[in-house]
């Protein structure tokens, strides 16, 4: 396996515009994860989803964030309108711990790199 | 309120050494816990479990423990290389249901010197 695939890995924008990021967890797989990470906040839990149902977007800064698992194999995080304090890594994350009696590690993808001028 | 506090300062330490790493909460109840290392640029890779139940854990040259009374964890590495240089994250598990929701700490960077 590909391990969990993010795309893109950078993204320059400008304030106001419309972003979305997209990952493909590993298969098989029936919880994904969405994170921030800054300096400051270090690594922040955004929403996840177990078998493609949103669980807890109590982490979700505000509406302009929205995110969507249209499948197993695909979800989308999109901030729409962009501003600068947005600006950081965002990492997908995806597990098999779910409801299998088992606590699994995460698989963390390599993240994308978003900066809103 | 919740936190979970890891050492903010970077900790360096001479080549061969152990390393010892804190993660400190208060306001959780975990069923468990994680450690995670980040390289630079890279997603956080998962290291070593430990749950609620137990007080210690070993993987080759990692040991964890974990102390709900203290509400703290602590992460060894014997024998540091250099290549053991990274940020290294611990993560709480709720206990109140398998979700697999993880809470991270703000991550501790290692620096080996040879």
């Known amino acids: 396996d590909a391990g969990v695939i993010q795309s893109p890995r950078h993204e320059v924008t400008e304030m106001g515009q419309e972003v979305t990021l997209r990952c493909k967890p590993i298969s098989g797989h029936n919880s994904l994860f969405w994170y921030r990470q800054t300096m400051m906040r270090g690594l922040e839990l955004l929403i996840y989803?177990?078998?493609?149902?949103?669980?807890?977007d109590s982490g979700m800064p505000e509406d302009r964030f929205s995110a969507k698992m249209p499948n197993a194999s695909f979800s989308t995080l999109k901030i729409q309108p962009s501003e600068p304090r947005d600006s950081a890594v965002y990492f997908c994350?995806?597990?098999?711990?779910?409801?299998?009696?088992?606590?699994?590690?995460?698989?963390f993808g390599p993240g994308t790199r978003l900066t809103v001028l | 309120s919740q936190k979970i506090e890891q050492n903010s300062e970077a900790l360096n330490i001479q080549e061969g050494k152990t390393a010892t790493l804190t993660c400190n909460y208060t306001?959780?109840?975990?069923?468990?816990l994680q450690w995670y290392r980040q390289d630079p640029g890279r997603g956080p890779v998962f290291l070593l479990l430990?749950?609620?139940?137990?007080k210690e854990k070993r993987k080759e040259r990692l040991k964890v423990t974990f102390d709900t009374t203290l509400k703290q964890s602590l992460f060894h590495i014997t024998a540091s290389q250099p290549a053991d240089s990274a940020t290294y994250l611990c993560?709480?598990?709720?206990?109140?249901?398998?979700?697999?929701?993880?809470?991270f700490g703000q991550g501790t960077t290692l620096q080996v010197k040879p």
């Open positions: 430990i749950r609620e139940n137990e």
């Open positions: 989803f177990n078998n493609n149902v949103p669980i807890d």
């Open positions: 306001n959780y109840s975990p069923a468990y």
């Open positions: 994350a995806s597990s098999s711990a779910y409801g299998q009696g088992v606590i699994n590690e995460q698989f």
């Open positions: 993560a709480l598990g709720e206990g109140s249901s398998n979700t697999g929701k993880l809470i």
